[in-house]
């Protein structure tokens, strides 16, 4: 039975994190982080499937080249605790066939892209070799800047800010669990629909699942 998951993350200066070296593990590959004079090789990591950069519509072409992408995402920040990215892990129902679950986290991505205007770096992770099979997931990782045809721009400060961030991230929550069942139903896959609620709001008196991404 597939599980809800969805748990959002900030990548931030104040924690000794570079976006470049978060993309680059994410995605499996070797980045140049221009910012901190290094290099960050991930090409021998296992398990990524499948690698891509979603933008909104009208967003320069320079913004699907990865290195580059998270370099001006780095060079866009002058504070010392800047907020360079953002990520949504998300976990992906098993009962899908793997084209399946690539269309559903691209759509998605899609959607996400388009309501907040950044982009959306998605990694898709296959179940890692000594955990639970069925734990396939994907890391969306979004720039925390819009972008316009002119490049980066304004920062996504709704995203930051406590009263309005909240609700916003309670609609990403949402829509993954519509996103979710509308491709289960579609594969005719027959269970109960996922709820993205905790198991308290709900009213149901059950322990949370554990999800290992």
């Known amino acids: 039975m597939a599980i809800y998951h969805l748990q959002v993350k900030t990548v931030s200066r104040r924690d000794g994190r570079s976006s470049v070296a978060a993309a680059a593990y994410r995605s499996g590959e070797r980045l140049r982080d221009q910012r901190l004079g290094i290099e960050h090789d991930y090409t021998r990591k296992q398990?990524?499937?499948?690698?891509?950069?979603?933008?909104?519509?009208?967003?320069?072409?320079?913004?699907?080249?990865?290195?580059?992408?998270?370099?001006?995402?780095?060079?866009?920040?002058?504070r010392?605790?800047?907020?360079?990215?953002?990520?949504?892990?998300?976990?992906l129902p098993h009962e899908l066939t793997p084209e399946q679950r690539s269309e559903l986290v691209f759509d998605y991505a899609g959607w996400l892209a388009e309501r907040h205007k950044v982009v959306v770096d998605v990694a898709i992770h296959a179940p890692h070799r000594d955990g639970d099979q069925r734990n396939h997931h994907a890391?969306?990782?979004?720039?925390?800047?819009?972008?316009?045809?002119?490049?980066?721009?304004?920062?996504?400060?709704?995203?930051?800010?406590?009263?309005?961030s909240s609700a916003l991230i309670e609609e990403a929550r949402e829509m993954w669990a519509e996103y979710c069942n509308d491709s289960l139903a579609r594969a005719k896959v027959q269970q109960q629909e996922l709820d993205h609620r905790s198991y308290e709001r709900q009213g149901l008196d059950k322990a949370p699942t554990l999800h290992m991404g």
């Open 139 to 164: 890391h969306l990782l979004t720039t925390t800047r819009e972008v316009d045809r002119e490049g980066l721009g304004a920062k996504t400060r709704a995203l930051d800010v406590s009263r309005t």
């Open 80 to 91: 010392k605790d800047a907020k360079v990215a953002r990520e949504y892990e998300i976990a």
């Open 47 to 78: 398990g990524v499937l499948e690698a891509d950069i979603m933008a909104p519509e009208g967003a320069p072409e320079w913004v699907y080249e990865r290195e580059e992408l998270w370099n001006a995402a780095e060079a866009a920040e002058s």
